[in-house]
């Protein structure tokens, strides 16, 4: 496969989920509206509220995360290399030069955030800078460079938005029903109809968020895919990733600033997980990145 083939792979597959969720919230919304006998109300109602939620996190995200995780921004005095080679690779990739910070963390790690390539951020930690060689670090800010170029963040901010949309509708009518909330179900055909859809909405509005859940984390692996592919693309060195990612993966210090808000930022997971631990084949769905032994043979068939 080529990386031409990965990249539309991946886009392709990306717009699969995100179709699917819209039908899990349009199914979810008109399966409560008739089993509560409101109509459309709760699927509105549940909309806004989780569309004025979003706005705010797509806004001041950038600067959450980077409080969060303690990162410095630099100038170019104060580390000349890592500035060359932002620099140096968006004028390749013909993107505007992204504010770069560094975080004071010894596991190697770095991740892009901001709301698109105007406002956009490259963090690192001073690990990944002590540890990498300059191939590899070159492949690890493509990468990053390839989240902003690719718009994963505004992505992940509309998936934000539907992930918000199906819990706060789970939430709103698993309590509703607990207090006897909706109209007076009739009696007859109409009335066993409605009864079916308030037994169908209880369990979709149990199962639904874990669903929600599962297709977010799998739209944030193929975009940690269809990024290493636009790195390998930007740089024309796949091996110098393949080679970080290998690093960054064998490095035994997990992150300290890390939380699992931001998990999913970073290249690579910065929770530390025992490989010789046997996981369930269900433990996968819920992770936030590919395994790294995947990405670094995606990127070594390129």
């Not at 290493?228 to 970080?244: M, N, Q, V």
Request: net charge positive; aromatic share 8%.
């Amino acid at each position: 496969m080529t990386i031409y083939d990965q990249i539309s792979s991946n886009k392709r597959r990306t717009w699969f989920f995100l179709i699917g969720f819209i039908i899990l919230i349009a199914v979810l919304g008109y399966v409560i509206g008739q089993a509560l006998d409101y109509g459309y109300g709760p699927l509105f109602i549940a909309g806004v509220i989780a569309i004025f939620l979003s706005l705010g996190s797509y806004y001041y995200s950038d600067k959450m995360v980077l409080a969060v995780s303690g990162a410095k921004e630099i100038k170019f005095e104060d580390n000349k290399e890592l500035y060359r080679t932002v620099e140096n690779l968006c004028m390749g990739c013909g993107l505007p030069k992204p504010k770069i910070y560094i975080i004071d963390d010894d596991a190697p790690n770095a991740f892009a955030t901001g709301r698109d390539p105007k406002h956009a951020v490259v963090a690192v930690t001073r690990g990944l800078l002590d540890k990498l060689e300059k191939a590899e670090l070159e492949g690890v800010i493509a990468h990053e460079l390839s989240h902003i170029q690719n718009y994963d963040i505004r992505l992940m901010t509309v998936v934000s938005v539907l992930v918000g949309t199906v819990l706060i509708l789970s939430d709103l009518f698993l309590r509703w029903s607990f207090w006897g909330g909706g109209r007076s179900r009739s009696s007859g055909k109409g009335g066993q109809l409605q009864m079916v859809m308030f037994v169908l909405a209880i369990v979709l509005a149990i199962l639904a968020p874990i669903f929600a859940q599962i297709i977010k984390m799998s739209i944030s692996r193929k975009r940690e895919l269809l990024a290493d592919a636009s790195a390998a693309l930007i740089t024309r060195y796949p091996e110098g990733l393949a080679k970080a990612l290998e690093k960054i993966s064998a490095d035994p210090l997990p992150m300290e600033k890390a939380s699992r808000a931001t998990a999913h930022l970073y290249i690579s997971s910065p929770k530390k997980v025992d490989k010789k631990k046997k996981r369930s084949s269900l433990a996968g769905l819920f992770d936030t990145h590919p395994p790294i032994e995947e990405r670094v043979k995606a990127l070594r068939a390129m």
